[in-house]
C-alpha cells in the first residue's frame, strides 16, 4: 500500500525559505502514471495547489506562486520536495503531498500533512 | 485559470437525509473533475473521478453527475460520518484548481 510522509521544519522565519520533502514508500515515484504533487491549505481556509512534478522532472506550478516554488523528484531516495522562497504569513498553511494519478486526473494517495508557520 | 464555485458554502442536513453540493466551472472542464472528503484534522480523500466514478471503496451512497461546467455531488442517505468538507477539483488542463469547499454539517 503506498505511503506518503512530509517533512520539514514546522517554523520558518520571514523572507527565508520553506523547504519540505515527501518520502514515498510502498511504491516507486518512477512509475509513467503518476505526478507528484503539493496542495496546502492555510488555517480555516480551502485547498489551494502548489505545483506538480514527473518522476523525470517537468513540473507544473500554480502561476500565483511559480516565482517562488520549486518542485524536483529524487528518485534515488524516492521522494520529491517542495522549496518555496521569500515566504511571509500567508504561507502559514497545512501543507500536504499527494500523487496525481493520470488515470483518474485527480489525487488518489495523500500524506497526512504537515504544519508550516511563518513567523519571526 | 478555470474557477470553481462551489454552492452552497454550509448545507445544513439531518442524519439520513439526501445532501446536493454543486460545483460550477467558469469554462468547461468536460468530464474531468473531481470530488473530495475532507475530514477534520484529516487529509482530503478521493471520492469521485470523471465526474461519476467512485474511487476505489466508496460506498453507493455517494454518486456524481454532471459534465461540461455544472457538476454535483450527491449524498443520498447522510451517515453520521459524512459530516465533512467537500471540494471539487477539475484538471482539464494545467493548473488545475480547486473549488472553494462545501461543509456539510448536522441540522
Known amino acids: 500500500q503506498l505511503h506518503l510522509q512530509e517533512s520539514g521544519p514546522g517554523l520558518v522565519k520571514p523572507s527565508e525559505t520553506l523547504s519540505l520533502s515527501c518520502s514515498v514508500s510502498?511504491?516507486?515515484?518512477?512509475?509513467?502514471?503518476?505526478?507528484w504533487g503539493w496542495i496546502r491549505q492555510p488555517p480555516g481556509k480551502g485547498l489551494e495547489w502548489i505545483g506538480s512534478?514527473?518522476?523525470?522532472?517537468?513540473?507544473y506550478y500554480n502561476p500565483s506562486l511559480k516565482w517562488r516554488i520549486t518542485i524536483s523528484p529524487d528518485t534515488s531516495k524516492n521522494q520529491f520536495s517542495l522549496r518555496l522562497r521569500s515566504v511571509t504569513a500567508s504561507d502559514t498553511a497545512v501543507y500536504y503531498c499527494?500523487?496525481?494519478?493520470?488515470?483518474?486526473?485527480?489525487?488518489?494517495?495523500w500524506g497526512q500533512g504537515t504544519v508550516v508557520t511563518v513567523s519571526s | 485559470e478555470i474557477v470553481l464555485t462551489q454552492s452552497p458554502a454550509t448545507l445544513s442536513v439531518s442524519p439520513g437525509e439526501r445532501a446536493t453540493l454543486s460545483c460550477r466551472a467558469s469554462q468547461s472542464v468536460r468530464s474531468h473533475l473531481a470530488w473530495y472528503q475532507q475530514k477534520s484534522g484529516q487529509a482530503p480523500r478521493l471520492l469521485i473521478y470523471d465526474a461519476s466514478t467512485r474511487a476505489t471503496g466508496i460506498p453507493a451512497r455517494f454518486s456524481g453527475s454532471g459534465s461540461g461546467t455544472d457538476f454535483t455531488l450527491t449524498i443520498s442517505s447522510l451517515e453520521p460520518e459524512d459530516f465533512a468538507v467537500y471540494y471539487c477539483q477539475h484538471r482539464v488542463d494545467w493548473p488545475l484548481t480547486f473549488g472553494g469547499g462545501t461543509k456539510v454539517e448536522i441540522k
Open positions: 512534478v514527473y518522476h523525470s522532472g517537468s513540473p
Open positions: 499527494a500523487r496525481f494519478s493520470w488515470k483518474l486526473e485527480a489525487f488518489d494517495v
Open positions: 510502498g511504491g516507486s515515484i518512477n512509475s509513467g502514471s503518476y505526478y
